[in-house]
């Protein structure tokens, strides 16, 4: 028998936390103190802290509080929305949250006919908050698709200056990358020390020297290619999967090529179908061709998408 709330995510709300803010439009509503009030809901795990009784598998809400007043009280804000960002930002950084929604007001607020509070409520996940704040932002469709990432280790084909690989980290997962281009590995690896991501290896590796690199076997709990094609390290790639293991490749089909002549050379575009050839050993979850958004710096390209797991056992397709 499943019983659903055990997927349920356990929750801290404070109510009604009042402080006094600089807070207005006008330089006039800024020049004075007006009394603000702020709820806030956060989903986290608190399973340990109730079989050991310690705080320290818990959110401490006192510092949450105090931290919230210390951010409203620190500076003038024009908007209620400015807050309410940099609330998202400290708390999503400072405490072990997965989910906040806050509804912050003001209690008097300089209009007629207002007789209580006018106020906003925002709600946003940990994921959206990184994805958010990521920069450069990852693929469009590795972010459709992180559902489907296994928790584990990752590697990051053709990775550059990693973009996928500093948003993966950022969620948690190890991830390894690897790219010919040594400077671009070394800018991901300050990129990944300025934002304190500790879980990341990087290896300088020409994918494209014969024969095809050796990439281990059954040791990644997910691997991901975007806007790139070698077709001699497929192998390679499905080998180096786990059982249960899952691919996510994107890159440009021939259409891109003759649409806008990008890459210059057809043998770097996937054919009509290929993807699914060169990857006809694993199980597919998801695939789909045409012209897709956000696939290529933020703007529509004509690509193959596919997500394909290892299947548990030797030689099955399902």
């Known amino acids: ?43 986290c795990r608190m399973d340990h802290a109730g079989l050991s009784d310690d705080l320290r598998y818990t959110i401490d809400y006192a510092t949450v509080a105090r931290r919230v007043v210390e951010i409203g009280t620190s500076r003038e804000a024009q908007l209620l929305e400015s807050i309410v960002e940099q609330l998202f930002v400290v708390i999503f950084s400072e405490f072990p949250v997965d989910r906040i929604k806050i509804w912050l007001r003001k209690l008097h607020p300089p209009i007629v006919h ?94 494209e020297s014969p024969p095809p690199p050796t990439l281990g076997k059954d040791r990644y709990d997910a691997i991901l290619v975007f806007l790139y094609l070698a077709r001699p390290i497929f192998p390679p790639l499905i080998h180096a999967l786990k059982p249960g293991g899952v691919l996510v490749y994107e890159t440009f089909l021939i259409d891109h090529h003759l649409h806008y002549q990008h890459p210059r050379r057809r043998e770097f575009c996937l054919g009509h179908g290929e993807l699914l050839t060169l990857t006809s050993g694993l199980r597919v979850l998801h695939y789909d061709e045409g012209l897709h958004e956000g696939a290529r710096d933020g703007e529509s390209a004509y690509t193959a998408q596919l997500v394909a797991q290892k299947p548990f056992t030797p030689g099955a397709s399902a």
Do not use: W
């Open 114 to 207: 207002i007789t209580t509070s006018v106020g906003i409520t925002c709600e946003r996940t940990r994921v959206a908050q990184t994805i958010l704040r990521a920069d450069p932002r990852p693929a469009r469709f590795l972010v459709q698709q992180l559902h489907r990432l296994p928790k584990g280790t990752v590697l990051d084909v053709a990775a550059g200056r990693g973009r996928h690989t500093l948003f993966l980290s950022s969620l948690g997962y190890q991830v390894e990358a690897i790219d010919r281009d040594e400077q671009a590995l070394a800018q991901l690896m300050t990129d990944a020390r300025s934002r304190h991501l500790a879980d990341i290896t990087i290896q300088a590796l020409n994918l």
């Open 1 to 43: 028998m499943i019983f659903d709330n055990a997927l349920m995510p356990d929750q801290i709300r404070i109510e009604r936390l009042e402080f006094r803010a600089r807070c207005g439009v006008t330089v006039e509503e800024r020049a004075r103190l007006q009394p603000l009030a702020v709820d806030l809901e956060l989903d």
